[in-house]
């Protein structure tokens, strides 16, 4: 088992950025590929960025490459996504995940473990 504890999110101006984390606990989180999704008011929880068991490898939707950084540092047992250029449509709850497999996978359906969420609201 995994316990996943999201952070960072909070209100921030379009064109700001934020950094998110992801306190894993419990079994180890260097053991699973881990991701970030996020869910905005009556829409599907859809991907946003991903990294492999190693952090040699990282994805990311388009919607969000060259502007968001996802990285993990298996000593502190710590998920991070650094969001910058922030868009009004980043606006959404944020969800750290995680997956006993090595990569970084793109489905909500590949993650066993998922944190509460954390609100993230850009304003224009």
């Known amino acids: 088992q995994v316990q996943l504890v999201e952070s960072g999110g909070g209100l921030v101006q379009a064109g700001g950025s934020l950094r998110l984390s992801c306190a894993a606990s419990g079994r180890t989180s260097r053991y699973y590929a881990m991701g970030w999704f996020r869910q905005a008011p009556g829409k599907e929880r859809e991907f946003v960025a991903a990294?492999?068991?190693?952090?040699?490898?990282?994805v990311y939707a388009d919607s969000v490459k060259d502007r968001f950084t996802i990285s993990r540092d298996n000593a502190k047992n710590t998920l991070y996504l650094q969001m910058n250029s922030l868009k009004p449509e980043d606006t959404a709850v944020y969800f750290c995940?995680?997956?006993?497999?090595?990569?970084?996978?793109?489905?909500?359906?590949?993650?066993?473990?998922w944190g509460q969420g954390t609100q993230v609201t850009v304003s224009s």
């Open positions: 995940a995680a997956r006993t497999g090595q990569g970084a996978g793109t489905e909500v359906g590949q993650y066993d473990y």
């Open positions: 990294v492999s068991l190693s952090g040699g490898n990282t």
